[in-house]
């Protein structure tokens, strides 16, 4: 076991290896929660979580924090089932909150191309917010291929398909607590 499991975790029939125990992900939130605490004294930030990949990351994300905050979501197409991205992002739930003027921070689960972050940061920056921040988990070494401003970055993963922690390989493991990589039998299951 790595030194990154943290125990029973690893157990899971279906992972392969645990690349981020969850210990390690609470602490890791933690320290960017107190940044952004730090960031936004005295303001109020409205988080824009990614469907569905960033519902568990935001729910424990909003808990570390202090300074007030509001939520909204949006859920744009992503993977599918597969695990290549199409390069094609469609908008299928918009935010319903104006955030024209507002303090916004968007929180990712993971960046990979950079592609879906990048229209998305497009397509609401003009909406006028007054600030607008993101907030990812993981990115992948691709990144690079765009420029994104992320403000607040979790863990950089390698180049392999990851699940757990809101991740999910044909809608399962989001629930897992860990970030890990499958064992290639599920794959070849499905
Ligand atoms: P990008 O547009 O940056 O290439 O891809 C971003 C989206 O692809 C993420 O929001 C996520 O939904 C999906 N994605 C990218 N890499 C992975 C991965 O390793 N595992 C899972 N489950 N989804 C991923």
Known sequence: MGASTDGAESLHPDIEQVLIGSAHIQARLREIAAEIDRDYAGRQVLLVG???GAFILMADLARSLTVPVEFDFMAVSSYGSAT??????RILKDLDLDIAGRDVLVVEDI????????????NLRARGP???EVMALLSKPDQTRVDLPIRYQGFAVPNVFVVGYGLDYAERYRNLSFVGTLRPEVYAQT
């Open 50 to 52: 990614v469907l569905k």
């Open 84 to 89: 290549q991205t199409s390069g094609v992002v």
């Open 130 to 132: 007054s600030s607008l």
């Open 111 to 122: 960046v990979d191309s950079g592609l879906t972050l990048n229209y998305l940061l497009r």
